[in-house]
Structure formats: structure tokens, C-alpha cells
């Protein structure tokens, strides 16, 4: 069991346990991390469900540095749009860490789930990412891997705000200088990261950018089967907003988009001035139903990359089913299928560039 007084016997932050299993009922695997897994729980002294992200200390020789980073940036981090990390527990195998469980599923599922979804929907949700990243920035802490995998419903309501979860390639500024290390997902990784400069908050920034345009027309703003071409586009920040699908899109929608997806990152929009466009601040966002559109081309593009998701989003909406917890739950665990045709331009690589997944026996 845990020490009574919450720390282990080094006087660290981690509780000692033996059996994991002794204080939490594990159910089903939510998904894989670059070293971890990551499953949902029932905290048996008080029923609350968390999840549970296993990290076996055999799988940390060497990366001992990584984890503790993402440790150290999780521990500090409270806010209402970020995934909290609620505890910590240590094994003589394991390193536990236990998260705040998102039960609405994933942002893409639910717009196409939405029979109305217009750009004053996307405005509000690129709000709050923009008000948790500001917060973060406040903090000194990057997240560099920004994708829509990493935002999810905190709650199946239709009114349910956005989580930003997924702290593993996370540094803390201070910590090693400038950062320099490639990382992230390359579809939405700034060209300042790809031509290997040094770089700092306003990679976010541009990975917002990325997000925001998807969330305006259903696809990605680079796409090559080719990753030096992809690579190649992201480096000249070659994209377009390509008629017909942004016909009915605002100008002001494109400005903000433009503001953000810029190359040079020292005239690159921060979060801050990101916050007081109009496009967000004032009342430039258009009100009128661009679903079928955006909906339609976010089937055909990201329904292929479901199975390569970090985070099994359905598997919550599922198990809290059964559980008869919340309220209508509604088609949220429908999947989209793919629609057909050559033209498909689907996401470049949805898994981080560092992830290779574990076992389940490795959470035993």
C-alpha cells in the first residue's frame, strides 16, 4: 500500500506502493505511448475513474531525463482546459502516474457527429487551446505536439469544453537553453523545427494555426505521400486555401490562420496577440453551417489514421456506458468511415515521430 503520509521513503513527490492493483481496478487500455501505456481505472476506496498512464522503469533506462520533464511540467500545470495529473505512485517495476479521465471523446468525431458546426463553433473552440497554451507559455513550458489527437471533450455534453492532454514531448524553457531537438508530429510540426533552428513558444503558435485551418475546411494545410515533400512544403510554408472549400470562409478567418502559419516565427502571432484578433475576440466569425463540407472531407481525410490514434477516446465513452455514468452518450462511439476516392488527402503520420508501443503485460 501507499505510505500514509503521500511520499515515498526518499522523501520525493512519488508514493511508494507494491501492487498497484491494491488501490485501483484496472479495466480497459485507452492507448500507447513512446514508452508507456496508458489505461483506465477505478480508484476502489472512492469509485472515482482515472486513467492510468504504466510506465515500466525498465522501458525508462536512458530516458530517465524524459520522463522526469514531462513529470515536472504535468506537476505544475493547473488549469481548466489541460488534463491534470492528480498523483503519482512508484513500484519496485513501475512508475504510475495518474490523469484526470476525459470521457467526450475525440475533437474531429464529434464535428462530424454535429449537424450544425460553423466557424464561430471552431473560433470558440481554438479559444480555449489558445487560452491553455497562453497559460502554459505564461509558465515557460512548450508542448511542442499540438494535433487534434491531443485535444478531446472533457465530458459528452454538447457544451463540454476542451482538454489538451499528452505532455511527452513537453519542455520546460530554462531547463537546456534554447530547444533544438526535432520532435513532434510532421504534419503539424513549424518549419523552424524541420530546418533544425533553434526554437521556443511560438511553435504552438504555429501548430494552432495548423489545427485552426482544419477545423475551417476538414483537411490538412501539407500533405505529400513523400515526407522531403511534405517536409519541403512545411519548410516554405507552401499552403493555400484552395477553392472551392474556403469560398464560404471569412477573410478574417484566413487572416488569423495566416498570422499564426507564419514562416518566420519573430513575426509569427504569439497566443497573446492570437487572443485579440477579431476573429476571436470580436464578431468576425461567420455563423453560417459549414458541416456538410467540413464534415465530408474530415471522413475522407482523417477516418484512415484512426487506428494509429495515441488515445482511445471510444473505449472511455464505452466503458462509461455501461457504467451508466453522465447522461445521453448519443452516436458519440460511431466511427467515420473513409469515403473513397484517389483525391483523399490524408493526414501526414498521426503518431508522434518517437512513439513505439508496449505490451499490456507490461502495466501488470
Not at 501492487?19 to 514508452?35: C, H, P, R, S, Y
Not at 520546460?172 to 524541420?194: F, K, N, Q, S, W
Request: charged letters at 25%; hydrophobic letters at 35%.
Amino acid at each position: 500500500m501507499a505510505k500514509e503520509n503521500g511520499e515515498s521513503s526518499d522523501g520525493s513527490w512519488k508514493k511508494d506502493v507494491d501492487d498497484i492493483k491494491n488501490i485501483f481496478d484496472f479495466k480497459e487500455v485507452l492507448g500507447t505511448g513512446a514508452f508507456s501505456e496508458v489505461v483506465m481505472a477505478r480508484e476502489k476506496a472512492t469509485g472515482k475513474m482515472v486513467a492510468i498512464k504504466c510506465i515500466p522503469k525498465k522501458a525508462l533506462k536512458g530516458k530517465e531525463t524524459s520522463i522526469e520533464n514531462e513529470i515536472a511540467v504535468l506537476r505544475k500545470i493547473k488549469h481548466e482546459n489541460i488534463v491534470a495529473l492528480e498523483d503519482i505512485y512508484e513500484s519496485s517495476n513501475h512508475l504510475y502516474l495518474i490523469m484526470q479521465l476525459v470521457s467526450g471523446g475525440e475533437l474531429f468525431d464529434r464535428i462530424v457527429e454535429k449537424g450544425f458546426y460553423t466557424e464561430m463553433d471552431a473560433s470558440r473552440l481554438i479559444r480555449q487551446v489558445l487560452d491553455a497554451v497562453n497559460y502554459l507559455h505564461s509558465m515557460g513550458i512548450v508542448h511542442r505536439d499540438l494535433k487534434p489527437e491531443n485535444l478531446l471533450y472533457f465530458s459528452p455534453h454538447d457544451d463540454s469544453k476542451i482538454m489538451i492532454s499528452d505532455f511527452g514531448l513537453s519542455k520546460m524553457e530554462g531547463t537546456g537553453g534554447v530547444m533544438a531537438t526535432a520532435c513532434g508530429t510532421p504534419g503539424y510540426v513549424a518549419p523552424e523545427v524541420l530546418a533544425q533552428k533553434p526554437y521556443s513558444k511560438a511553435v504552438d503558435c504555429w501548430s494552432i494555426g495548423v489545427i485552426a485551418y482544419i477545423l475551417l475546411c476538414g483537411y490538412p494545410p501539407f500533405y505529400d505521400e513523400n515526407d522531403s515533400k511534405l517536409f519541403e512544403q512545411i519548410l516554405k510554408a507552401d499552403y493555400e486555401f484552395d477553392a472551392p472549400y474556403w469560398d464560404d470562409i471569412s477573410d478574417s478567418a484566413k487572416d488569423f490562420i495566416s498570422c499564426l502559419m507564419e514562416k518566420d516565427p519573430e513575426k509569427r502571432f504569439t497566443c497573446d496577440q492570437a487572443l485579440e484578433h477579431p476573429w476571436i475576440a470580436g464578431d468576425t466569425a461567420l455563423c453560417k453551417n459549414i458541416h456538410e463540407s467540413v464534415s465530408r472531407q474530415m471522413r475522407k481525410n482523417f477516418a484512415k489514421s484512426k487506428w494509429r490514434q495515441a488515445f482511445n477516446a471510444t473505449a472511455v465513452i464505452r466503458h462509461m456506458r455501461r457504467l451508466q455514468l453522465g447522461t445521453s452518450f448519443g452516436s458519440s462511439i460511431q466511427s467515420a468511415k473513409p469515403a473513397p476516392g484517389p483525391q483523399s488527402r490524408a493526414p501526414a503520420k498521426s503518431q508522434s515521430v518517437d512513439c513505439a508501443p508496449l505490451s499490456l503485460k507490461d502495466c501488470e
